[in-house]
């Protein structure tokens, strides 16, 4: 399977990184390649908070990270799957790692109401307008 994944970076309701890109990998499940999305998404997030604190803002919470795959979120908030791919094991670690530590924190949302969907996918103006309605003000 192939897929393309794409993430948002906001800080304040403000679009600060837009990224969308068809994944490098093949993989046989939807669980991995989600998994190296969320990989993927992990490591720019990291970057940026370390980027706000260089310039001196003050970063009080986790990055929260939107998932509309609930089988991501419990599984790597829980650190005892097994996973047989040696890409896999490492992305899953590597986000194990970061849930763990308090630096990212996974919430999960439904499809209709994922704001990244605006991006990359044929809506409704029904549901276009309710997506960014919290963006305009």
């Not at 304040?12 to 991995?32: A, G, L, P």
């Not at 999305?37 to 940026?48: L, S, Y």
């Amino acid at each position: 399977l192939w897929i393309s994944y794409r993430f948002l970076g906001q800080v304040n309701k403000t679009v600060i990184m837009s990224y969308c890109k068809r994944q490098n990998t093949v993989e046989s499940s939807m669980y991995d390649l989600e998994l190296v999305a969320v990989h993927i998404a992990v490591d720019p997030m990291i970057e940026f908070c370390y980027k706000l604190r260089m310039v001196g803002v003050p970063i009080y919470s986790m990055s929260l990270l939107y998932s509309n795959n609930q089988s991501i979120i419990t599984n790597s908030t829980l650190p005892s799957s097994v996973l047989k791919k040696k890409h896999c094991a490492t992305a899953y670690h590597r986000v194990c790692e970061k849930v763990l530590g308090f630096i990212v924190n996974f919430i999960h949302v439904k499809g209709i109401n994922n704001i990244v969907n605006l991006l990359t996918k044929l809506l409704t103006p029904q549901t276009h307008f309710k997506l960014i309605k919290g963006y305009l003000h």
